[in-house]
């Protein structure tokens, strides 16, 4: 039996699109495995080379544009975000 034109471009594509489909999946794989043994290095060794963090100090402008609800909202947020 003769494939048709359209049998050949059906197989084509199926071939095709499975091989890019099996490609990306192992690049996932890959690129996940990457990232687990560079974070296990990574940790290890630039533990002790980070810097402590520091507080800085607030300095209060008393001429400020700033509406004092978006002031006090601003406040809180950055208050929220230190107790983290």
Avoid: C, W
């Amino acid at each position: 039996m003769q494939e048709t034109l359209i049998d050949q471009g059906l197989n084509l594509m199926l071939y095709g699109m499975g091989t890019v489909f099996v490609f990306l999946t192992i690049l996932v794989f890959a690129t996940g495995l990457m990232s687990r043994i560079v974070a296990r290095f990574s940790s290890e060794t630039n533990d002790s080379a980070l810097p402590e963090p520091t507080r800085q100090t607030v300095i209060q402008h008393t001429d400020s544009t700033i509406p004092e609800t978006h002031r006090r909202a601003i406040e809180k947020a950055i208050a929220l975000y230190r107790q983290r």
